[in-house]
Nanobody, 122 residues
């Protein structure tokens, strides 16, 4: 079981990035996928999640209206489209998975991918 996060990089404020979380060794069909981020010196923060069963999506208030999570089960991949990026979005972003439905609690996730760095700076 492996999750591979990618798509991070350096972007100017107001710019966009799309992160990908590709699963291998298992099918995402029955799993919720959450995105978390951690900035230096700060605690890990839940960002967004998408259910497996009904596709319902959830967002932290800090990213609502700017980020969009989606899934492509045929590609076994979940995406996080990040628009209108701000310097405070700078962090290492991780994806994680758990059965069925979302939770904002990191402790509720069973498998984690390595992070991808997002830096928002002019």
């Amino acid at each position: 079981v492996q999750l591979q996060a990618s798509g991070g990089g350096l972007v100017q404020p107001g710019g966009s990035l799309r992160l990908s979380c590709a699963a291998s060794g298992f099918t995402l069909d029955y799993y919720a996928i959450g995105w978390f981020r951690q900035a230096p010196g700060k605690e890990r923060e839940w960002v967004s999640c998408i259910n497996s069963n009904d596709g319902r999506t959830y967002y932290a208030d800090s990213v609502k209206g700017r980020f969009t999570i989606s899934r492509d089960n045929a590609k076994n991949t979940v995406y996080l489209q990040m628009n209108s990026l701000k310097p405070e979005d700078t962090a290492v972003y991780h994806c994680a998975t758990r059965l069925n439905s979302c939770t904002p609690s990191a402790a509720g996730y069973d498998y984690w991918g390595q992070g991808t760095q997002v830096t928002v700076s002019s």
